[in-house]
């Protein structure tokens, strides 16, 4: 049960913080021991962090279906389709990578090069409204969210980043990088209840599962709310010199120990 809390509690708050939830898994299994393959819980702490976004944007979500031929939801579908290709092209690539933990190391480095670059080009010209977004600023965005698939690239810290060089402005950065999230969370979940084994076995146990759930749920809705006030009044670089340190020990793993991860080389 305490595993359950420690990993629904990272993913919640790693799900929508610029850190990498996907990088932050694959470590803590590697460090717990844990087996990649407990399908239920995985996808129930997915779900988890999905009711913590239809939970904050809740309005959001009652215009567009009120509405879903309106602006806001036809630009989630043209960000969300460059994801859903990059991450059926390259599934095999992207189910490597999560097995390896190779990329973790250079990963989480790059994230905090983003993070510290698109604060450094924080310009005037950031004040894109809903009325002013186009299609192809959900399409860099979308392309962005697709490379995020790479464990400890992080999907919230490329899309909100690709959002603000894109010239939208901070507060609807955040948002529709935390809305286009809602598709892709969903289709994840239902693309690894499909690729399920018939022959393996995923119960680990309903307490486990419920705590999990809801830990990921309460402490994603946290982190959402903490970020759209980063975005509004702080700087991204804070997250950095995380994501650096983080990095910098996975590589230092690589190179010298190889106790978590194979080496790079």
Known sequence: MWQS??????????EFLPVSSSGHLVLLQRILGLEEAVFTFDVMVHLGTLLAVIIAFWRDLVEIIRRPLGKLPLLIVAGAIPTAVIGLLFSDFFAGLFASGQSLGPGFIVTGIVL???EGIRANNQRKSLREMD???AITVGLAQGLAIIPALSRSGLTISAALVRGLNRE???RYSFLLSLPVILGASIL???GMDS???YSVGLLPILIGTIT???SGFLAIKFMLRVLARGSLRRFSYYVWLLGTLVLIDQVFFQRYFPPLF
């Open 199 to 201: 022959n393996m076995e």
């Open 135 to 137: 299609v192809l600023d």
């Open 116 to 118: 510290w670059a698109v």
């Open 5 to 14: 809390f420690i990993l629904g509690l990272v993913q919640g708050l790693t």
């Open 172 to 174: 609807l950065a955040a």
């Open 192 to 194: 690894e209840i499909k």
């Open 216 to 218: 990921a749920g309460v």
